[in-house]
């Protein structure tokens, strides 16, 4: 596609309740970063797949947290046991090469948790 | 780790003044720098980008000049307009081998009134 998709836009959830976003990040490109977006706290960095590599996990708040990435492409965020605190929108990025850090961001899935 | 100070809003501002966002960084070795844009409704872009000391980064009449002295980059633009108002963000690269890291400070919010 012509850039970074990202789904659901929207999702309302009730505590408790597992989600899973999805994104589908611009062709060719070779990483993938997940970032979540609250009011006041600015971006922050969640996982990162880079090809073949084991994701650097490293900004991940909880074992409630999860990524994937099939085939070097689409990849899933879920978010199990969804708590209030949860609330953000959660950012994808496609990173177009590496020797320029130039990151393509997707519109993000807004999560309210009831 | 690598961390972001950046100028914490909102900024409001009357159209054609001059503009000034903050950004200080703390990075291991010497970082490509970049701002990113958000404006409304819409995901991360790209403003503009340095990678080297004494580096200039410019865009659609913004620059921002890579400091090494005093670890800085901050945005300028000599008259801003209403289409600025957007929320700018400030972001040093972490590079190491194969894996790039971009971390953001909190966001800056510009409102430009006509």
């Known amino acids: 596609g012509a850039g970074v998709s990202q789904s659901p836009s929207n999702k309302v959830t009730e505590k408790g309740k597992d989600v899973e976003l999805r994104c589908d990040p611009i062709?060719?490109?070779?990483?993938l970063y997940w970032y979540r977006q609250s009011l006041g706290q600015g971006l922050e960095f969640l996982i990162y797949f880079q090809g073949n590599s084991a994701p650097d996990k490293s900004g991940l708040p909880s074992d409630r947290f999860s990524a994937e990435r099939t085939g070097g492409s689409v990849s899933t965020l879920t978010i199990q046991r969804t708590q209030q605190e949860d609330s953000a929108v959660y950012l994808c990025?496609?990173?177009?090469?590496?020797?320029?850090?130039?990151?393509?961001f997707g519109e993000g899935s807004r999560l309210t948790v009831l | 780790g690598d961390s972001v100070t950046q100028m914490e809003g909102p900024v409001t501002l009357s159209e054609e003044a001059f503009l000034t966002i903050n950004c200080t960084y703390t990075a291991t070795g010497y970082p490509s720098l970049f701002w990113y844009v958000q404006y409304p409704g819409e995901g991360l872009q790209l403003l503009l980008k340095a990678t080297k000391a004494d580096d200039k980064g410019s865009n659609k009449g913004f620059e921002a000049t890579y400091r090494k002295e005093t670890t800085s980059f901050h945005l300028e633009k000599g008259s801003v307009q209403v289409s600025d108002s957007a929320v700018y963000f400030c972001a040093p690269l972490r590079s190491g081998g194969s894996n790039y890291k971009l971390t953001f400070g909190k966001g800056t919010l510009l409102t430009v009134n006509p």
């Open positions: 062709s060719g490109h070779t990483a």
């Open positions: 990025a496609s990173l177009k090469a590496t020797n320029t850090g130039e990151l393509f």
